[in-house]
């Protein structure tokens, strides 16, 4: 919080200056510049890039765009989290499928990541 409070502190001064985009680019960008580093206090490992990412976000798009399958914007969350999940963090994943096993199923954990349908997104 400390540096996001930071981030917005400066863009004020650069708004103050003159600088007004680069003040509304850290403005929008202070939440998400500092995500992996909250992820990090709790305790969540981050890959150090994202091509693990990239790679499940196309394996959830396939899945997503076949003729046949229809996905709900909640199903394609929780498939996206699962996948997430597993490789990200491998304990939580197994702690979940054994709690599902078991019969005392869990929420899914909450990335951070948020799924949209395209109508949606372009309305934004």
Do not use: C
């Not at 798009?61 to 076949?66: D, I, Q, V």
């Not at 994943?93 to 949209?116: A, D």
Request: hydrophobic share 40%; proline share 3%.
């Amino acid at each position: 919080q400390q540096t996001t409070k930071e981030f917005r502190r400066l863009a004020s001064r650069l708004l103050n200056s003159g600088y007004w985009r680069t003040a509304s680019l850290l403005r929008r960008m202070s939440d998400q510049v500092t995500t992996f580093a909250s992820l990090a206090v709790q305790g969540i490992a981050v890959p150090w890039n994202s091509n693990v990412v990239e790679r499940l976000m196309g394996t959830v798009s396939k899945r997503t765009k076949h003729k046949w399958m229809s996905w709900t914007t909640q199903g394609s969350q929780g498939l996206l989290t699962l996948l997430v999940t597993r490789v990200v963090e491998p304990r939580t994943h197994e702690q979940f499928w054994r709690r599902k096993l078991y019969g005392r199923l869990s929420p899914l954990p909450n990335l951070g990541i948020e799924v949209t349908r395209l109508a949606e997104a372009a309305g934004s």
